[in-house]
């Protein structure tokens, strides 16, 4: 199995902020690597696939890029609505993987 | 839209099996494929597995000996079947369109099992 590592688990941050999520394989995907938002209580919400594209009707604050084996995702200015868990997930093999989640906070 | 509906029992005993059904709307399932997950409370997601509408299936290779998934064109259903559950298969199932990112996912079903 390709095993994610995301990194920070967890951070603070204002309304305004730019953020950076980072997301590693254990191996080379490509750019088979899509990003989720999850709020408590909903299911996941798609928000970036193939390591760059934005899926419709997500915000444009949010952006994603990389390749190979490491992938950020940023959210250029956080807004109140954004405080919630993100999820990495590689699309390059079944099964189906995840990172472990970063969970964003209001500090 | 597209939109994804669990249902199925929110208990089931331990050794039993726990059967999900996820009902389609606003489109056909056929030419895709659909996943299901699961999500124990306060932990991450996992990938149970993905049906193609031809019957062509992926399980997870940690779960593989105790599913089974199916569909159903003509009610626009696909199903999950997970044989001997026990309290760590207790946990919200999700159902999703597979395109290799889920792009449409239901509201999830919690599943408990406990006697």
């Known amino acids: 199995d390709i095993q994610m590592t995301q990194s920070p688990s967890s951070l603070s941050a204002s309304v305004g902020d730019r953020i950076t999520i980072t997301c590693r394989a254990s191996?080379?995907?490509?750019?088979?690597l899509n990003w989720y938002q999850q709020k408590p209580g909903k299911a996941p919400n798609l928000l970036i696939y193939?390591?760059?594209s934005l899926q419709s009707g997500v915000p444009s604050s949010f952006s994603g890029s990389g390749s190979g084996t490491e992938f950020t995702l940023t959210i250029s200015s956080l807004q109140h609505e954004d405080f919630a868990t993100y999820y990495c997930?590689?699309?390059?093999?079944?099964?189906?993987?995840f990172g472990q989640g970063t969970k964003v906070d209001i500090k | 839209q597209v939109q994804l509906q669990e249902s199925g029992p929110g208990l089931v005993k331990p050794s039993e099996t726990l059967s999900l059904t996820c009902t389609v709307s606003?489109?056909?399932?056929?030419?895709?494929?659909w996943s299901w997950f699961r999500q124990p409370a306060g932990k991450g997601l996992e990938w149970i597995g993905r049906?193609?509408?031809?019957?062509?299936?992926n399980y997870n290779p940690s779960l593989k000996s105790r599913v089974t998934m199916s569909s159903d064109t003509s009610k626009n259903q696909i199903s999950l079947n997970l044989t001997s559950v026990t309290a760590a298969d207790s946990a919200v199932y999700y159902c999703?369109?597979?395109?290799?990112?889920?792009?449409?996912w239901g509201k999830g079903t919690t599943v408990t099992v406990s006697s």
């Open positions: 999703a369109r597979d395109r290799s990112f889920m792009d449409v």
């Open positions: 606003g489109g056909s399932i056929s030419h895709y494929y």
């Open positions: 049906i193609f509408t031809s019957g062509s299936t």
């Open positions: 191996r080379n995907i490509g750019r088979s």
């Open positions: 193939a390591a760059s």
């Open positions: 997930q590689q699309s390059y093999g079944t099964p189906w993987t």
